[in-house]
């Protein structure tokens, strides 16, 4: 349909921008591994302070990368 990829809107180019930029960041899957790992093996026999302060770390990160969705939505569009 386009002979360019990139989004025709302002705001979807500012998003495909710092998408880019982030990208970086989001794809280091070794790095995550191995922290689930280390994170997994200190949690065994931890008080209540470690279990809530996991637990609000976990919805942090799940909020950013609820971000980063949407953020690609708006930057790339719905592909079908």
Known sequence: MFSD??????????????LEILELSFNNNANILKCYYKISTL???????????????????????????VLKIIGFGVKG
């Open 43 to 69: 949690y065994h026999n931890q008080g209540d302070m470690y279990e809530k302060s996991l637990k609000y770390i976990n919805m942090g990160f799940t909020g950013m990368f609820s971000v980063e969705t």
């Open 5 to 18: 990829d990139r989004p025709s809107l302002r705001i979807g180019r500012t998003c495909q921008q710092l």
